[in-house]
Structure formats: C-alpha cells, structure tokens
C-alpha cells in the first residue's frame, strides 16, 4: 500500500517507540534534571486564574497525561500561556506557526478491530498528536500581566467549601495524614501542625495535603472502587500514590495554589524514577485516574466552580 503520510515543514518524524515509552521518558527526563512535573508546573502569564492546560479552538481543559506533557513542554521550551491547539485548528483560526517551532507531545485512544473466536473486537491502542503553544504563532504578542483578583483568604474559603461539599468523613488528630478504606475515613494532622515553607505557606501545605488525601477517598468502594493494593508498597499501591500525588497537583492548580513540597526531594524523585523505568504504563494509567478523581469531586459540589 503505498504511505500518503505527509509531513509539513513545522512536525517533525515520531520516533520509532511505543508510545507509552515516548510518554514516559518526557517525565522521567525532568524528574533526572531534578524537576518534579507535577510539583511545580508552568503557571500561566495571561491569566493566573486558569493553570491547566487548555485547547484554544474548542475551549476544554485537557485531561490526564497530557497535563503534564503540556507542562513539561511549556517549563522546557519557556511557552508563555497555557493555550493549545493543533496545527490544523491554529490555521482555521487564521493563525500560523513560525518557523522552526516544534509541536509538542499529546496522546489520544484511537481503536482498531480484531477478530478473534469468530467476533470482531474493538481493541483501543494510544497514539500520538502534536501541538503548539499559542507563543509559538508568528502573530503572538505577550499579553500584559493579569492581577489575580481573589484573595488568599477567598481561595482558601473556595477550598474549604468544595471540601466539606464531598462530604468526607475527616478526623484531626496530631499524628499523619492518610486514608482508611476499611473505615472509609481520612486521617489529618491538625492544621497548627503545618509549617511555612520556602515556596508554600502553610495554609498551602495543608490544603494541598488534603487534597492527596481526597484523591484516595475518591477510590473507596462506595465511590470510584479504584483501591485494590494488597498490601503497603506493591505495585497497584505505587499507582495509587501516583494517583493521589497527580489529583492533588491538578486540583491546586484549578485552585491557584501551590502543591506541598517534599521533605526529601532526591529520595522522593529516586522513589518516581524506579517506578516509572519499571513500569511505561504506570504515568499514563495514574494521570488518567487521577482526572477521574478530580471529576468526581466536581460533581459532588452543589454550585460549580
């Protein structure tokens, strides 16, 4: 069959990879240079309000692993807003992309068919998309720097709202935070236990603990039903931290807060390292649960936000 695959001038070839491989290896590349993706993300200059990645033309917020592509992208290649589209839709909005720009890294299920047993299966398979920042247009201006309007004080309050609207079953105590399945419960230090630090207040640290937190409450057997670790350490229990660690960093930043630094950074990225190298699968499958966290949690507020 003869290949009518085209390539203009702004693509550029897909390596010949797995998918899952070329996902993967852009997470482990910033984790290696010390920079934990979903820690401190790319925050946007034209509007501090909107932080998660989002498609220009159709207006939706991407979801799962393309959040942190997105991310790694924009820290990487210094893209200045967090607008994206591919290069079919920047040209039907008239816009064009300069020259020497790379698209950038997002992935989508596709599905072919297979028979097997007489029956024609549907079997899904991830491909690879390119698209490109809105300051990579040949007619991008750099927009002036929006004030954020809402007050710590009137974030916070929004935080503790959309909280107690799931609720959750949370006790205080002076000990750790984590969540029982068994008693369908969240454990968390008393607020007063949290600290100021470098880059977080401590108000900061206790939400977006909390927030880890909620992201497992999501996987309880009377919700999502996503928990099945056996044991402390096995393989579905690394997804499910990983799950919780994305849910949290996606739900600061819908908040415009940042994400609780780590105590050990370099043992705290070695863990994420060995995970990820183990296993190509794992980022995809936690980022996409953890969209579907988020999700959840958004649903069960009584106002939107």
């Known amino acids: 069959m003869e290949n009518t695959t085209t390539q203009t001038k702004h693509e550029f070839k897909v390596p010949r990879l797995d998918v899952h491989d070329l996902v993967t ?19 946007s200059h034209d509007n501090s309000l909107k932080r998660l990645p989002v498609n220009y033309t159709t207006g939706k917020q991407y979801r799962g692993i393309n959040i942190l592509l997105l991310w ?27 020259k020497g720009e790379k698209g950038n890294l997002v992935v989508y299920y596709d ?13 899904s398979f991830l491909k690879a998309s390119y ?26 309050e929004a935080i503790d709202k959309f909280i107690a609207n799931t609720k959750a079953v949370i006790e205080y105590h002076s000990g750790g935070a984590y969540y029982m399945p068994l008693e369908d419960k969240i454990m968390m230090p008393k607020p007063e236990q949290f600290l100021d630090t470098d880059h977080c207040s401590a108000t ?13 409450w999501t996987g309880g057997e009377k919700r999502l039903q996503r928990i099945n670790h056996k044991k402390f350490g096995d393989k579905n229990y690394a997804i499910e931290e990983l799950v919780a660690e994305l849910g949290a960093a996606f739900l600061c930043n819908s908040f415009g807060i940042s994400s609780a630094e780590k ?16 296993n190509n699968r794992c980022i995809v499958t936690a980022a996409s649960e953890a969209s579907k966290a988020v999700e959840f949690l958004h649903t069960m507020q009584t106002v939107p936000l």
């Open 25 to 43: 290896n852009i997470i482990i590349e910033q984790l290696e240079n010390g920079v934990i993706p979903w820690e401190k993300p790319f925050l």
């Open 72 to 98: 790694c992208a924009a820290m990487k290649r210094g893209h200045e807003t967090q607008e994206w589209a591919s290069m079919k839709q920047w040209n039907a909005k008239g816009e064009s992309i300069r």
């Open 111 to 123: 599905t072919f068919e297979k028979e097997k047993d007489g029956e024609v299966q549907k079997i």
């Open 131 to 156: 698209v490109f920042n809105r300051s990579q247009l040949k007619g991008y201006t750099p927009p002036e720097s929006v004030v954020d309007q809402m007050s710590k004080v009137e974030r916070f």
């Open 204 to 216: 900061e640290n206790f939400h977006s603990v909390m927030f880890h937190e909620l992201t497992h």
């Open 263 to 278: 105590g050990n950074h370099a043992a705290y990225i070695d863990n994420w390292l060995k995970v990820l190298k183990e």
